[in-house]
């Protein structure tokens, strides 16, 4: 599913983020990635969304090399993405529902059947009864869960998540972590980035550690 070769990303400055990180993930497979702050974690997720390309080497997903998409390819393979980001970026002056549906709107999918889905991803995160609440009414954790509500609502193929449970207490982030468990056990590729050991360890799921930009374990 995800093959990095030699991927690199360096910023100005002499700001290297990734440094020749060579990894696989298989198709189906759920991954941790781990390693200290400014190891380089949001960076790779963020190639791996397209957002932004490596400065060297090759980041393929599905066979397909991210670097020579075209901005309309780019656009319809990050519809088969879910991104939670670290600071979920939701819309401010836009309701839970316009939030989680966006990306159902941008494929022409109509309304009704926009908030039946939403009613069902909501209903997932614990929120189904905030749909007409805005993103400032709502608390840290609450935003976390809208985000990652938004982020399943496509049924992608890839679920792409940065701290996912970073804001919510230890039992919610628990909670948090069986959504993504249950979408991988119906095939859907998932990669967590997080410093949660206890998380990590009781999962029990691979883990790639990142550390200065290097794969510092697998
Ligand atoms: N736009 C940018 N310009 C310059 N340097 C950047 C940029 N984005 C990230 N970096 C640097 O790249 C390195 C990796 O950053 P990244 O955000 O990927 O780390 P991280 O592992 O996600 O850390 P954290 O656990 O704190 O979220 C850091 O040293 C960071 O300062
Ligand atoms: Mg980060």
Known sequence: MID??????????????LADVSLSVEKG??????????????????????????TGGTLRVGGRDLARLSPGE???????????FQD?????????LENVTLV????????????????????????????ESFPPELSGGEQQRIAIARALINDPHLVLA???TGNLDPDLAWEVMQLFRE??????????????RELIRR?????????RGQVAGA
């Open 74 to 84: 780019v656009q319809s393979y990050r519809r088969t993405v879910g991104f939670v």
């Open 29 to 54: 497979e759920f991954v941790f990635l781990t390693g200290p702050s400014g190891a380089g974690k949001s960076t790779l997720l963020r190639l791996l969304l397209r957002e932004d390309v490596p």
């Open 104 to 131: 159902l709107r941008a494929m022409g999918v109509d309304a009704p059947a926009q908030r039946r889905r939403a009613l069902q991803v909501l209903q997932a995160v614990g929120l189904e009864q905030r749909l």
């Open 4 to 17: 990095a070769t030699h991927v690199s990303r360096r910023y100005p400055r002499g700001i290297t983020a």
């Open 162 to 164: 940065d701290e996912p």
């Open 183 to 196: 979408m991988n056990t119906r095939g859907t590729t998932v990669v967590v980035a997080t410093h949660d």
């Open 88 to 96: 979920f970026r939701l819309v401010p002056r836009r309701t839970v």
């Open 203 to 211: 999962l029990g799921r691979r883990t790639i550690r990142l550390d």
